[in-house]
């Protein structure tokens, strides 16, 4: 089973970090204006992405997978968004990591190593751990440890994937602290719309009071 050395083990690369539920760059700022070619700046793991690539308005979500907030977006939210606006080809839906706290963290890697290039399995991923949330804040191992499991990895794949190949956790903790430093990413969940940067949970309505003008434009 993975323990709470793995993970330790798995972050030790990034120098003192920070307690659980505590950002580790909580305290960078930066005044550097937010250039169109910055924000699209591909993740180094390469981006998950849902949509046409041709879809008139893009929303980027900088999420953590232990964040109540992003939680509730994800179930109360997203579906609208991705029936009403994705499945139609209307919005290309970009999903970055920005995890807060060591369990985040592995949980984002576990569902990059099942998913690997496939997007769709990734998204399906990420919704069942946040289906799990509580599960998750509760019971971070054996709950990643079963959610490996049930998508068909075992637990020497799991504890690898956390532990032994650091190159996923490095890539997610690069992508989390340029979106800090550059774009000013410092709360989750955060939304770029077309390059507007939208903070915090927000309803299906506001939204569609951001996007319905952007397709008419």
């Not at 041709?54 to 939680?71: K, L, N």
């Not at 709360?187 to 949970?201: A, C, D, Y």
Request: proline share 4%; with cysteine; glycine share 6%.
């Amino acid at each position: 089973m993975i323990t709470r050395r793995t993970f330790n083990t798995a972050l030790a690369f990034a120098g003192t970090v920070a307690a659980i539920g505590v950002s580790p760059w909580k305290l960078i700022s930066q005044a550097v204006a937010q250039e169109p070619a910055q924000i699209a700046k591909p993740s180094t793991l390469g981006d998950m992405t849902l949509g046409s690539k041709d879809a008139p308005v893009t929303i980027i979500e900088y999420a953590s997978m232990t964040c109540p907030h992003c939680a509730a977006f994800e179930k109360e939210v997203f579906p609208q968004i991705k029936s009403a606006y994705i499945d139609s080809g209307k919005v290309k839906f970009i999903f970055r990591e920005f995890p807060l706290d060591q369990v985040a963290l592995a949980a984002s890697a576990l569902a990059r190593c099942v998913a690997k290039d496939d997007s769709n399995k990734y998204f399906a991923i990420i919704g069942i751990l946040f289906n799990q949330q509580a599960d998750l804040q509760t019971q971070a191992f054996q709950t990643i440890n079963r959610v490996g499991k049930q998508a068909g990895f075992s637990e020497a794949m799991i504890k690898s994937c956390v532990q032994d190949d650091l190159t996923v956790q490095k890539g997610i903790l690069a992508d989390r602290e340029y979106a800090n430093k550059t774009l000013k990413i410092d709360s989750t969940p955060s939304f770029f719309i077309n390059g507007t940067l939208v903070k915090g949970e927000t309803s299906f309505d506001g939204f569609k009071k951001i996007i319905d003008p952007l397709l008419k434009s």
